[in-house]
């Protein structure tokens, strides 16, 4: 919590950190007492003088309340652990919070005036923490008088094949050309290809999943593989890696992949049988000159799949030279899919209607139900209860004094309310505003208050990015955002 700023009648903006703990070092960062880097929440509460607190989600980082497994990270009690983490029980805890307001050093009548409903609330998230801001508004209007819900997932669907449509649009047409190539010409070898074609495309999986350093462990022979471990395996670049598409967009989740795809060397494809060192796989002096049709198109599609496993490992090379660890904490981790399992879904899983995927075919729900889910949690339901987000509106929700805000090429746009059909068919296209609503009521028409920034990917708009320019970013949509407060704040009683 940071109250530096505070004066008597400011709003108390409460940033969700969504899936993922509150280190001591990002709230030492996010409170302003780091480097100098921009945040926009903490820029809120200094414009407004206002008290920031950074929300930590139960059974995340330390709000974890049971012994876990410290390698796998689940809780050891089994389903007893989790069976109170789930999104109604943790937005309740917000609500609690909001309505027994007790800071440090504030007397008890003082905390009484900083509660909700005689101090404005305002909840800021991105991502699962932006789709609370939004449902807050929806189911505690009175608690939280106004949100800011960025890259929210609002339409829950249990397969969000979606989401690799933006990424397709935005790759090089030779390189999504040869990674679908590369995915058809697998698929076809494990449904209709010979024996010895199976065994051997078998061996150069388990070779390119040894070979990437963030690949999956536990496997000891390419026998051990189900359809769905080869499929994971190949989903690496779009699913596995750390510097995705999603986070990062193009520039940095993928060109450089592309770029090793599309000048690939055909010296050692041909030649690769089971017998084979592993370094035909492995090695490659990528230094072919790239064609406008892509490998597939020039040299058939099995060299466009040598193509891909030699990018998938060069890419976990560089993954893991840039991020030698998991950042991410294993219980964090395992409450994320027990929630993903059990309420969330949106498995990011191959088109069933789609016939140029990105992923496998294999890489389907049934398999992350059996291999994710089941394999994890044996008590997890047979299918993710998405009602749980449904009846909050999902794309069709029109809370008042909400601010939307998403980046275009965000994968996970697919599902939120300013999906266009451009990138989700079953999208309703929703048009966006900056014209400010009235206090305590929607947008007419339908509309969503705020903004869909070009370029940018998934919560774009919090902060300064290291690789990026998202600062300006985050500067105008601070300004949209004040530019609402400014209107809604003054309703208040007390304003």
């Known amino acids: 919590m940071n109250d530096t700023y505070y004066r008597q009648g400011g709003p108390v903006f409460l940033y969700d950190n969504g899936e993922i703990g509150v280190a001591d070092s990002q709230a030492t960062q996010d409170t302003g007492g780091g480097l100098p880097l921009y945040f926009a929440p903490l820029e809120l509460a200094i414009r407004y003088h206002g008290i920031l607190i950074i929300w930590e989600h139960r059974y995340y980082g330390g709000s974890l ?44 009548e003082e905390g009484i005036h900083l509660s909700s409903p005689s101090t404005p609330w305002i909840w800021i998230g991105g991502s699962y923490a932006g789709s609370r801001a939004a449902m807050v508004r929806v189911r505690n209007p009175d608690v939280f008088y106004a949100s800011w819900s960025s890259s929210a997932p609002v339409q829950n669907v249990v397969a969000d094949w979606t989401y690799y449509n933006p990424i397709e649009q935005t790759m090089p047409a030779n390189c999504s050309a ?140 560089s993954d893991h030279r840039m991020l030698p660890s998991n950042p991410r904490a294993p219980g964090d981790t395992a409450a994320w899919f027990w929630q993903l399992c059990s309420e969330f879904g949106e498995f990011q899983v191959s088109s069933p209607h789609n016939a140029h995927n990105l992923i496998s075919r294999f890489y389907n729900v049934s398999g992350t139900e059996a291999h994710t889910c089941h394999s994890m949690f044996p008590y997890a339901p047979p299918r993710p209860a998405i009602d749980a987000f449904s009846k909050y509106g999902g794309w069709l929700m029109q809370p008042s004094n909400t601010m939307f805000t998403n980046g275009a090429l965000d994968p996970i746009g697919t599902i939120a309310i300013q999906a266009t059909t451009a990138r989700n068919p079953r999208a309703p296209d929703r048009h966006s505003t900056v014209e400010v609503p009235r206090c305590g009521t929607p947008p007419p028409g339908g509309r969503v208050y705020g903004q869909v920034w070009p370029g940018q990917v998934h919560v774009s708009d919090f902060s300064t990015d290291p690789f990026s320019r998202e600062a300006v970013v985050a500067e105008v949509a601070v300004e949209l955002f004040a530019k609402a407060l400014d209107v809604w704040l003054p309703c208040f009683g007390g304003w």
């Open 178 to 317: 040869d990674v679908q190539a590369a995915i058809a010409y697998a698929d076809h070898i494990l449904t209709d290809g010979s024996a010895d074609e199976n065994v051997l495309l078998r061996r150069a999986v388990f070779i390119t999943n040894s070979a990437n350093p963030n690949g999956i462990a536990g496997f000891s022979s390419p026998e051990d593989l189900s359809y769905w471990d080869i499929a994971s395996f190949l989903a690496y670049p779009f699913q596995g890696s750390f510097f995705n598409f999603q986070s990062y967009g193009y520039a940095i989740g993928l060109s450089t992949f592309c770029r090793q795809l599309e000048t690939w060397t055909p010296f050692n494809s041909s030649s690769f049988g089971l017998e084979s060192p592993a370094s035909l796989i492995t090695n490659n002096t990528d230094n072919s000159a790239p064609t406008a049709a892509g490998i597939a198109a020039t040299q058939g599609p099995q060299n466009a799949f040598y193509a891909f496993l030699y990018a998938i490992i060069q890419k976990g090379i």
């Open 65 to 108: 309340p049971f012994e876990i497994n410290e390698s796998t990270g689940l809780a050891l009690a089994g389903h007893d652990a989790y069976k109170y983490l789930n999104n109604e029980q943790a937005m309740e805890d917000a609500v609690y919070l909001a309505t027994h307001f007790q800071p440090p050093g504030y007397s008890k």
